[in-house]
């Protein structure tokens, strides 16, 4: 079964060389995607901080 195209847009930003090195840890460790990684942090940074304003 193949996976469904999901739309998307790029990303391009500049990441603190102490964030990026735990970013490039976090990926090692977990074998997830830099996207995916990102997009889950993103996430669930948006789920707490808009869940905190209602």
């Known amino acids: ?6 739309s998307y ?3 391009h930003c500049k990441l603190d060389k102490a964030t990026a ?3 490039d840890e976090y990926v090692e460790k977990t074998k997830m995607s830099k996207t995916a990684t990102v ?3 993103l996430e669930l940074l948006f ?3 808009f869940k905190s304003k209602e």
């Open 1 to 6: 079964m193949s996976r469904s195209i999901k």
């Open 9 to 11: 847009k790029t990303l």
């Open 21 to 23: 090195d735990k970013l």
């Open 39 to 41: 997009e889950k942090a």
């Open 47 to 49: 789920e707490r901080d």
